[in-house]
């Protein structure tokens, strides 16, 4: 397995990061914890989660992967996983999460961390990630942005003081952002230097051969300022995998069945692993 720092940070992350947003929905304890298992076993030391997974985001599901993370995390030495979760952004409607949740604000973080350092049973997290920006922005398979639905949101100088807090406290060791635009990377860069502030390590957005937005005004970014992409989806929601062809459609009320063709995709939706995972890991 090779490793890399992740952005500036000292953290030695191997290459491949394991997702884990299918755990609690798609995926049982007994199958995640097989899965973190299997993965330690191969040399991957980096886990991704988030307090809103598994996905689809549904209130009777939500912090479930967070959980089984946790009872198997409990087994492991701490100091040997690289261990990332996110705060749910602002701007959505997800009322079983602290009532939306409205904003990136002091309220909400703090309320966000204590329960996923509960759930996941750590006293600490090494990446701890804005999930979705609060303000205005085109995400989640969203291009173009639209003034008219400007709003009220906190600063990102004032998102950023919260976040030191928790590395002040020893609560989170590095910070990052996820569904991220051009200029919000620039400005968490440019607040945190001007202000002495955390610095962002690392930027999580979709990637892969079907979703190659991210080559649009990030890559030159991301290089020249030494943020590390960990990019989420490099299957493209399963689609490369080729599992979807012909008959065999997503499982109803998967995160693919909305987007699944009913045509035989082409034979770039099947191409094997050994040229996909390379070709990805090419761009982290």
Not at 3 to 27: E, H, P, W
Not at 85 to 110: C, H, Q, Y
Not at 137 to 158: A, C, L, N
Request: charged share 20%.
């Amino acid at each position: 397995m090779e490793y890399r720092n992740l952005g500036q940070s000292d953290l030695k992350v191997s290459a491949i990061c394991l997702g884990t947003m299918t755990f609690g929905d798609q995926n049982t304890e007994a199958q995640g914890h097989e899965q973190l298992d299997y993965a330690l076993a191969q040399g991957i030391n980096f886990i991704d989660t988030a307090e809103m997974y598994p996905v689809p985001p549904k209130a009777d599901t939500f912090t479930r992967t967070e959980s089984i993370i946790g009872t198997w995390l409990k087994r492991q030495p701490r100091d040997k996983v690289i261990l990332a979760s996110k705060v749910s952004g602002g701007n959505r409607k997800l009322e079983w999460i602290r009532g939306g949740p409205t904003a990136v604000d002091r309220d909400n973080v703090r309320s966000a961390i204590e329960g996923s350092l509960k759930r996941l049973q750590t006293d600490y997290l090494d990446l701890y990630q804005i999930h979705w920006p609060e303000r205005n922005v085109p995400i989640f398979g969203q291009y173009q942005f639209d003034p008219s639905k400007e709003k009220q949101w906190v600063s990102i100088q004032t998102q950023l003081e919260v976040l030191a807090e928790l590395v002040q406290e020893g609560k989170v060791r590095y910070v990052g952002v996820s569904n991220e635009q051009p200029w919000g990377v620039m400005e968490f860069l440019r607040v945190a230097k001007e202000y002495d502030l955390p610095r962002i390590a690392s930027i999580q957005n979709s990637y892969s051969l079907l979703n190659r937005g991210f080559e649009f005004g990030m890559t030159e970014l991301i290089y020249r300022e030494q943020v590390s992409l960990t990019a989420y989806s490099p299957m493209a929601f399963g689609h490369l995998s080729g599992k979807y062809i012909a008959t065999r459609k997503p499982r109803a009320g998967s995160i693919s069945s909305p987007v699944m063709p009913s045509a035989t995709p082409s034979p770039m939706c099947s191409l094997p692993l050994p040229l996909t995972l390379p070709w990805h890991t090419s761009m982290a």
